[in-house]
C-alpha cells in the first residue's frame, strides 16, 4: 500500500483564505478590523521567525497586527502589566504570548494573566478545563490543525481506535481531548509506555507529538491507518553543512503501510497559524457581538 498524501499545505491555505473572507466581513460589520496581539520576550532566534511569519500571516488575512518585542531581562511585573493593558484594549481580540518565556519567569502566571476570551492559544486553564469539559473555548491550534486534518481525510472519527504519542499540554493532552470528543477510544503513550510498538499497531489513528525524529517505524502502522505528524526535527542534510526537517514518524517506512500520512514539511506545520488566524477571527466576532456560524471556519 502506498498512503495517500494529506497535503496540509493546502488545507491551510484554503483556511486562510477563507478566513480572510470573513475578516473583511468582520470589518464592514464591526467597523475596526480583527486584532491580533503578539508578544516576544528577548531574541530566541525560532521564537523570533514564528512571531515574525505569525505578523505577516495576520496582515494577510485582513487583521491588524499588534507587535510587542520586548528585552529578555523585562522584569515579570512588566511584562504582566503589558497583558493587562492588552486585555482590556478594545482593538486587540487575540493575545498570544510566544513561549519559551526566559527562564526568570513563570509562564504558567503570564498565561493565567491572559483573558481567557482573548487566549486564542487556548493555554489558559480555563480554556484547557473548557475543553475537557466540552465548553465552547479556544483550543491550541496545532491540535486543532490536526483534527480538522483527520476530519477532512476521513469523515466521522466515531468509534475508532487513536494512539496520540505526546502527552505534552501544547500538544499531546489537547489532541487527546479533542479525539474523545469526536467519540474516539484514545490512547495516550508517552516516555513510560510499555512495548510502545505493541500500542502503535492497534492504533486506526496515530498522533506522534514526540520530538524525536523518525522514532515511530513503519511496522508499528497497522495497515490503512491514518497517521498525524506533529514533529518537527532539524537533523543533518545528505549535503554536508546542511540540514533538514523530518517529522516524529519513518515517513519512508509508513507510507507503505498507511492509509493516509502527513508529510514533514508540508502538513501539520503551515496549519498552526491558519487555525490561529481562525481563533483570532472567532475571538473578533465574540467580542464584538456579531454572530458566526459554528461551521463557518
Ligand atoms: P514535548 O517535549 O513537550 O513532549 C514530548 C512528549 O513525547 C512527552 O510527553 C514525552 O513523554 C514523549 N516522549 C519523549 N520520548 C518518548 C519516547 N521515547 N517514547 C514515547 N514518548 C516519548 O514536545 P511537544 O509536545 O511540545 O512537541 C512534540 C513535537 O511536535 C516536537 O517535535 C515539536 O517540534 C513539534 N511541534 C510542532 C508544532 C507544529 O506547529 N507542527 C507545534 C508544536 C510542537 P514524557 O511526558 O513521559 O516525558
Redesign the pocket.
Known sequence: MTAAIIDGKAFAADLRGRVGTLARAFEASAGRKAGLAVVLVGEDPASQVYVRSKGKSTLEAGMASFEHKLPAETPEADLLALVEQLNTDPAVDGILVQLPLPAHMNEAKVIAAINPDKDVDGFNVINVGRLATGLNGFVP??PL?CIMLLKDRLGSLSGLDAVV????????KPMAQLLLAESCTVTI?????KD?PEVVRRADIVV?????PE?IKGDWIKPGATVID????RVPGKVEGKTRLV??VDFAGASEVAGAITP?PG???????AVLLRNALVAAHRNAGIALAKDAI
Open positions: 491550534c496545532t490543525g504519542i505526546g502527552r505534552s499540554n501544547i500538544v499531546g503513550a508517552h516516555s513510560r509506555t510502545l506522534a507529538a514526540v520530538g524525536r522514532m506533529v514533529g518537527i526535527n517529522g516524529d514533514v502538513g501539520v506545520g503551515p496549519m498552526t497559524i
